[in-house]
């Protein structure tokens, strides 16, 4: 628009800044972010300091067989517990040891994930890792469960077939030896 001052034309433009200011987060980010999470392969429980479940992603419930409405706010070992799958001996709570140590935790390859609720097993790879605030205060942990009971079908059945024959299905000579 055209203005005129002291005989002169001048003109007005007017701006609107629509980046974000620093510090300031955009609005769409956390629809966006838990839009993300929903949308991993891999299984997600988050927990708050205590060890209670905030938070199941799609595929966390697919694998756990829990609700997130009756998860959420129960104790994580109270709904899903660990054991080796060579001895089925139990394996401590993934999520009691990331709180005590304040650091990582991986479960071994061999875990199987037992829904409490269910019964149901699955072989997974489990790490659960610590939340940490502004104040880097652990504030929770995240939970990443990895569906490998394919795999590990696949790779039972291959050690199987080298060491023994086809036919018979008994012990074959290389193993025997």
């Not at 993934?94 to 990582?104: E, F, I, K, S």
């Amino acid at each position: 628009q055209a203005l005129e001052s002291g005989g002169r034309r001048l003109a007005l433009f007017t701006a609107l800044e629509m980046l974000p200011r620093s510090g300031e987060a955009p609005r769409a980010a956390p629809a966006r972010a838990e839009l993300a999470l929903e949308a991993l392969g891999e299984g997600l429980v988050t927990t708050d300091a205590h060890g209670h479940v905030d938070y199941v992603n799609r595929a966390a419930e697919a694998m756990t067989g829990l609700r997130r409405e009756d998860a959420v706010g129960q104790p994580f070992g109270g709904l899903i517990g660990f054991v080796d799958d060579n001895d089925r001996r139990p394996l401590p709570d993934p999520v009691q040891q990331c709180l005590a140590a304040g650091a990582r935790v991986n479960l071994g390859r061999r875990a199987l994930l037992i829904a409490r609720g269910t019964g149901t097993e699955l072989g997974v790879e489990a790490s659960a890792s610590p939340i940490r605030g502004r104040d880097g205060e652990v504030a929770g942990v995240a939970v990443v469960l990895h569906d490998v009971s394919e795999q590990r079908g696949i790779t039972q059945q291959m050690s199987y077939q080298a060491s023994h024959d086809a036919l018979t299905g008994l012990v074959n000579r290389c193993e025997f030896e």
